[in-house]
C-alpha cells in the first residue's frame, strides 16, 4: 500500500465523523443550558454560586442582583424557579448583554433602543418561563435583578436553547463539515464561525427584533424599549437571518457570507432555502428584489447590491444542492432581476446605482466600483446558471454587458497610481468594499492589478483589522471575509492567514468585550466597540453571520475543496495552505464526502484528496521554489499515476500573481499528490 495514512484517515466514509474534534464543537449537547460562571453579586444575595454549582437555591434580599456568564454567546428563553418569595409584590427581572461592556442592572444591550428589563411578578412559589416572543437571540451574560424589600429564593435559572429550531435537541452540534490545522487559532475561528452561523438560524415565526416596523412601543414613564421577537419571515420551520440578537431579519448581502460557511460546516441549506423564499415572494413586477426580507421590506427601500446578492444565493443554494427543480422555479425571476440591473446601465456602460442602501457603507451611488462588479459577478453566474438550464435566450446580452461593464470599470474606475480602484468617477476614495470584488468578480483585466489591490490593502491593515474607509472608522468583518477570499484569489493566503489570526482570533474572539465564541458585527478602527453605521454602540450584534468569513474560506482555500459545478460534480482542489504545515478539511453534497489534508513533508508536501466517484475535475498546486517530482497517484482509480518533473522558480522570479501546476481530467476517487524537491 503506498500510503497507510490513506487507509486509516481518508478512505473510511465516516472520514468526517472521524476528523472532527468534538471539543470545537460550541453548539450545546442539549437544548437546556446553565450558566458557566458567577460573574458578579451586587447587594445581598446569599448562595449566589449555587446559580452555578448545582443549579440551587439562591435568595435574593432587598434590592440586589447577580450576572452570570454562559462563557459563550447563547439564545434563548429563560426559565427558573422561585423556592419562596416573602411579599405578594416580589419581582424577578433580567437582562441580557452579549458583551460585558453592556451588563446593567437596569437595562439589556439594544435591540432598536435601549430594551427593557424582562421581568416576572414572583408571589408564588413554582415555576416560570418566558413568554415564547421573549427569547432572546444573543446573549453571554444574563443578570437577574430583584427590585423589593422582601426577599425571593430562586433556583435552576436556565436557558432553552431556540436556535437551529428544525434539529433535534442534542443534535445541533453535528456538524457535516470539519477543519483542523496546526494553529489552533485557525481551528477556534473556523468553529466559532459556524457556531456564529446557528445562532443566526431561528423559528421564522420568531422573527424581527426591530419592534418600531410592526408599531412597538416603550415602556410606560420610561425611554426603555419593550422589545418581543413575534413576526413570521418566512415560510417553513428555520430560517437564516442577520444576527442572533437583531435584526433576526433575512438580509440577502450577509447571505453572500453566511451560506457557503454554513455550507461547509453544518450544511444547513433547508434555512437557507426557506429565507430565499421569503426574499423573492417579495420581487416587484419591475423585477426589483427587496432590501431585507419582512418586515423590513414594509419600507420599500432597494438597494443595488443586494438586490443582486439574493441572486447570489439562488446560485450558491444551487451549487451546494443541486436542487434543479428549485432553480427552474426561480429562472424567471431570476432572469427578471438581472435584466433589471442592467436596464440601470447607462452610456458609460457601467450601472448607476441611484439608490444608496447597502451594506451600511456611504457614498453608495453613480458608477461605483462596488455595485458594478458585483454585477459583473452576477453577471457570470447568470450565464452559468442559464446553461444549466439549457437557456440562452438571454446569455448573449449579458455576455455584452460583462465585456462593455469590465472594459469600462477599468478605463474610469482603476487609478494605475494609486494601485487601486477609485469609487466613482468624482473622487479620490479607495474603497475596500470595490476592491475586494474587484478580484473576486474578476472585473480586473490583468494579475497585475490583482496583486496590486491584494498588496495595497494588505498595507492599509490597523492592529484590529482592515478599514473600510467607505464607511468612516469602520472594521467590517463582513467585506474583511470578502477581503480573505481576495487575497486567495491574488496567490496570497499568508496574507489571509495573518489577517484571521490577529482580527479573527486575536480580537474577535480573545478580547474580553467579545463572546469567546461569536463574530461581531462591527467596531472601529481605534478598538473601541463602535460602529459608524449606528449611534448606539450596544446596538452591535455580537452574532452576525456576515462576520463567519473564515469558515469558508479556510475550507475552500487553505485545504482546497473547489466546486465548480453543482454539487462538485466537478471539482478544483486549489490548496493554498500558505505557512500551514498540516491542514485538512472535509465536507459533504449530495454525491457524497470532498476531503483533504495537506502536510509539509521533508523539502516537499504531501496533499492527499477525496473525492466521491462519478465526479471529475482537476489539481491546481503553486508552482514550488524548488526543482523536483511531482507525482499525483490514485489509490483507487486503475493505472493513474501522473508522475512528472517539475521545474522551480526562485522567488525573485516570480510574476505578480504566483504561477500554479494544473492537472486536469481527474477522476472521482482517492488521491495522493507529493512533491517532492530534488
Ligand atoms: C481535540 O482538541 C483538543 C484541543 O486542541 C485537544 O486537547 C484534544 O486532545 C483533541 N482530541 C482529539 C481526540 O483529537
Ligand atoms: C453591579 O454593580 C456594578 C457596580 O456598581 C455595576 O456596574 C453593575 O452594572 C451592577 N450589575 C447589576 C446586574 O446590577
Ligand atoms: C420592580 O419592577 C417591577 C417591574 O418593572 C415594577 O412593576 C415594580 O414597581 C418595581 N418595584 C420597585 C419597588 O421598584
Ligand atoms: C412587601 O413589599 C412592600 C412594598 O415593597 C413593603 O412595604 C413590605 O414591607 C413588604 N413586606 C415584607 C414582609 O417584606
Ligand atoms: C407579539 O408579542 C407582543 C408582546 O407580547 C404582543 O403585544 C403582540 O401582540 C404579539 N404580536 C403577534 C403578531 O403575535
Ligand atoms: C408563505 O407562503 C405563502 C404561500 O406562498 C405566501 O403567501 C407567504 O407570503 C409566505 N410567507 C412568508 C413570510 O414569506
Ligand atoms: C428541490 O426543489 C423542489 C422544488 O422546490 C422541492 O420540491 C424539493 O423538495 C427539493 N429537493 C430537495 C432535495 O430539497
Ligand atoms: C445617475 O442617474 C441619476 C438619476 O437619473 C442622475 O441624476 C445622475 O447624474 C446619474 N449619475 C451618473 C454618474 O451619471
Ligand atoms: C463618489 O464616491 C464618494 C466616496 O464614496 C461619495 O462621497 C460620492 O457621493 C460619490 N459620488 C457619486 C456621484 O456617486
Ligand atoms: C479573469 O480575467 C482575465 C482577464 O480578462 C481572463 O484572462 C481570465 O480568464 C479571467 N479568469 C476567470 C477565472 O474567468
Ligand atoms: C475562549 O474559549 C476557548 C474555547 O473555545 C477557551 O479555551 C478559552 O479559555 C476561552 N478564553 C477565555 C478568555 O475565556
Ligand atoms: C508513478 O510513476 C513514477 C514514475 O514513472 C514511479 O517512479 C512511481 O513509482 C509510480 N508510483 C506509483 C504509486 O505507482
Redo the contacts with the bound molecule.
Keep these: 500500500m503506498f500510503s497507510c495514512l490513506l487507509q486509516t484517515i481518508l478512505i473510511s466514509p465516516s472520514l468526517g465523523a472521524a476528523t472532527v474534534n468534538a471539543s470545537y464543537i460550541l453548539a450545546p449537547s442539549s437544548r437546556d443550558i446553565y450558566p458557566a460562571s458567577l460573574r458578579t453579586v451586587n447587594g445581598s444575595v446569599s448562595n449566589a454560586s449555587n446559580l452555578v454549582l448545582d443549579h440551587g437555591h439562591a435568595t435574593f434580599l432587598g434590592n440586589s442582583a447577580v450576572t452570570l456568564d454562559f462563557g459563550k454567546n447563547v439564545a434563548g428563553l429563560v426559565s427558573f424557579e422561585v423556592f419562596s418569595s416573602t411579599n405578594s409584590t416580589e419581582y424577578i427581572g433580567f437582562t441580557f448583554s452579549e458583551s460585558s461592556l453592556w451588563i446593567s442592572g437596569e437595562i439589556s444591550d439594544a435591540t432598536t433602543g435601549t430594551d427593557a428589563p424582562l421581568w416576572f411578578a414572583v408571589s408564588e412559589v413554582g415555576a416560570y418561563t418566558a413568554a415564547s416572543e421573549f427569547s432572546r437571540g444573543g446573549f453571554r451574560y444574563l443578570s437577574i435583578l430583584h427590585n423589593t424589600t422582601g426577599s425571593v429564593q430562586l433556583r435552576d435559572v436556565s436557558v432553552h436553547f431556540t436556535a437551529m429550531p428544525h434539529i433535534g435537541d442534542s443534535a445541533m452540534g453535528d456538524y457535516s463539515g470539519y477543519f483542523h490545522s496546526v494553529d489552533e487559532k485557525l481551528n477556534r475561528v473556523w468553529y466559532a464561525g459556524a457556531y456564529t452561523n446557528q445562532l443566526c438560524t431561528i423559528d421564522p415565526t420568531r422573527g424581527n427584533s426591530i419592534i418600531r416596523f410592526t408599531g412597538g412601543s416603550t415602556l410606560p414613564g420610561t425611554n426603555m424599549n419593550i422589545w418581543y421577537n413575534n413576526d413570521t419571515i418566512a415560510n417553513g420551520t428555520s430560517a437564516l437571518v442577520d444576527g442572533g440578537k437583531r435584526d433576526r431579519i433575512i438580509w440577502p448581502g450577509d447571505m453572500a457570507i453566511a451560506v457557503p460557511s454554513i455550507f461547509v460546516s453544518t450544511n444547513d441549506l433547508i434555512s437557507v432555502r426557506n429565507s430565499l423564499d421569503a426574499l423573492f415572494i417579495l420581487q416587484e413586477e419591475t423585477g426589483a428584489l427587496p432590501y431585507a426580507g419582512y418586515p423590513f421590506s414594509k419600507l420599500g427601500l432597494f438597494s443595488f447590491t443586494y438586490h443582486l446578492y439574493t441572486l447570489v444565493g439562488l446560485y450558491n443554494y444551487h451549487l451546494f444542492?443541486g436542487?434543479e427543480?428549485?432553480l427552474s422555479?426561480l429562472w424567471n425571476p431570476f432572469k427578471k432581476a438581472l435584466d433589471f440591473s442592467l436596464s440601470y446601465v447607462d452610456d458609460s456602460r457601467l450601472m448607476n446605482v441611484t439608490d444608496t442602501n447597502d451594506w451600511g457603507r456611504f457614498g453608495m451611488s453613480g458608477h461605483n466600483i462596488e455595485a458594478n462588479a458585483i454585477l459583473y459577478y452576477t453577471i457570470g453566474l447568470g450565464i452559468q446558471l442559464a446553461d444549466v438550464m439549457g437557456d440562452s435566450s438571454a446569455t448573449s446580452s449579458w455576455q455584452q454587458h460583462a465585456v462593455a461593464i469590465k472594459e469600462a470599470a477599468n478605463t474610469r474606475l482603476w487609478d494605475a497610481a494609486a494601485g487601486l480602484y477609485r469609487d466613482n468617477e468624482t473622487t479620490t476614495l479607495h474603497p475596500q468594499d470595490g476592491n475586494v470584488w474587484a478580484i473576486i468578480s474578476n472585473i480586473t483585466s490583468n494579475s497585475s492589478q490583482i496583486a496590486s489591490i491584494s498588496r495595497k490593502l494588505s498595507s492599509r491593515w490597523t492592529s484590529v483589522g482592515p478599514p473600510a474607509i467607505e464607511l468612516a472608522d469602520t472594521v467590517s468583518p463582513f467585506i474583511s471575509g470578502l477581503e480573505l477570499q481576495a487575497h486567495y484569489l491574488a496567490g496570497q493566503p499568508e496574507r489571509a492567514l495573518e489577517l484571521i489570526r490577529f482580527m479573527w482570533a486575536d480580537f474577535m474572539l480573545d478580547d474580553p468585550r467579545m463572546t469567546n465564541s461569536t463574530f461581531i458585527e462591527a467596531y472601529a478602527t481605534d478598538g473601541s466597540l463602535h460602529y459608524a453605521a449606528y449611534t448606539d454602540d450596544s446596538r452591535i450584534s455580537h452574532a452576525h453571520g456576515w462576520s463567519s468569513g473564515p469558515t469558508s474560506a479556510l475550507s475552500f482555500h487553505a485545504a482546497g475543496l473547489g466546486l465548480v459545478s453543482a454539487q462538485g460534480k466537478i471539482w478544483a482542489m486549489t490548496p493554498q495552505p500558505g505557512d500551514l504545515e498540516t491542514v485538512e478539511a472535509g465536507f459533504e453534497t449530495g454525491l457524497g464526502l470532498f476531503s483533504a489534508r495537506f502536510k509539509v513533508d521533508g523539502s516537499g508536501w504531501q496533499y492527499i484528496f477525496q473525492t466521491p466517484k462519478g465526479t471529475s475535475g482537476s489539481l491546481s498546486v503553486e508552482r514550488p521554489e524548488c526543482d523536483g517530482v511531482l507525482s499525483l497517484v490514485s489509490s483507487d482509480i486503475g493505472s493513474e499515476n501522473r508522475t512528472m518533473i517539475v521545474e522551480g522558480y526562485p522567488l525573485a522570479e516570480q510574476p505578480p500573481v504566483k504561477e500554479r501546476i494544473v492537472i486536469t481530467e481527474l477522476q472521482g476517487g482517492d488521491w495522493d499528490a507529493t512533491l517532492t524537491c530534488s
Design positions: 444542492t436542487n427543480t428549485y422555479e
